[in-house]
């Protein structure tokens, strides 16, 4: 069965500090997805990247990268240089090759103060 | 339209009634997926549907939960005699395929009193 697990509930961190937060996986599957969203207070969960299991590179895009490492089985998230406006819950999500369903972590909320 | 569109966006009933809540996907999404997040919990699976048939309702919690889409595009959620564990927010997502990113909506919250 698929599982995620986001070991940190909360982090709290002050502006312009870079931040990592971890995703851990299980599956059977040797083809899978991975997915970060964030969802800020709105509540709208917005996309931001999604990887296959056949692809470990690292990926960057802004502030925001991504570290993915099969030996290990995770998928974890770095924000560069924080900004307020990256406080929300995120998310990290699987899916499996074989199938539809989409499974989530609990998630992480992540507090970015002044 | 531009996104996923959910409405209503709150809802409000009694426990034992009937609700329904609708979602209007991304124009040309094929691939349609129904998901229920309670408080501080990630979002959980609940149907899937590619076109107008539902591939996969091995998420819906009992016989109370319906789910149709008709004419491959909106879906309706449908649940009967609510309960008040039925509370939360339900999700509604599209995507272009079955591997590909799913585009969630706003939600609708659901409180059963």
């Known amino acids: 069965a698929q599982k995620v697990t986001q070991a940190q509930t909360e982090i709290s961190v002050v502006e312009k500090e870079d931040v990592t937060l971890d995703c851990v996986y299980e599956?059977?599957?040797?083809?899978?997805?991975l997915f970060w969203y964030k969802q800020p207070p709105s509540g709208e969960l917005v996309f931001l990247i999604r990887?296959?299991?056949?692809?470990?590179q690292n990926e960057i895009s802004g502030r925001y990268s991504w570290n993915f490492q099969k030996s290990t089985s995770s998928f974890n998230f770095t924000i560069t240089a924080s900004q307020v406006v990256d406080s929300a819950v995120y998310f990290c999500?699987?899916?499996?090759?074989?199938?539809?369903?989409?499974?989530f972590g609990k998630g992480t909320l992540l507090t970015v103060n002044p | 339209g531009a996104g996923v569109s959910q409405t209503p966006s709150n809802k409000v009933t009694e426990k034992g009634k009937y609700v329904e809540l609708r979602c209007d996907p991304i124009?040309?999404?094929?691939?349609l997926y129904w998901y229920r997040q309670s408080l501080g919990q990630g979002p959980e699976f609940l149907i899937y549907?590619?076109?107008?048939?539902?591939?996969?309702d091995s998420g819906l919690p009992n016989d109370r939960f319906f789910a149709v889409r008709p004419e491959g595009s909106v879906s309706t959620l449908k649940i009967q005699r609510t309960e008040r564990g039925d509370s939360a927010v339900y999700l509604c997502?599209?995507?272009?395929?079955?591997?590909?990113?799913?585009?969630f909506g706003q939600g609708t919250r659901l409180t059963v009193v």
């Open positions: 990887r296959n299991s056949f692809d470990e």
């Open positions: 549907f590619q076109g107008t048939g539902a591939a996969d």
């Open positions: 997502a599209s995507s272009s395929g079955r591997v590909t990113e799913a585009f």
């Open positions: 599956t059977r599957d040797t083809t899978y997805y």
């Open positions: 124009s040309g999404h094929t691939a």
């Open positions: 999500a699987l899916k499996e090759g074989s199938n539809y369903k989409l499974t």
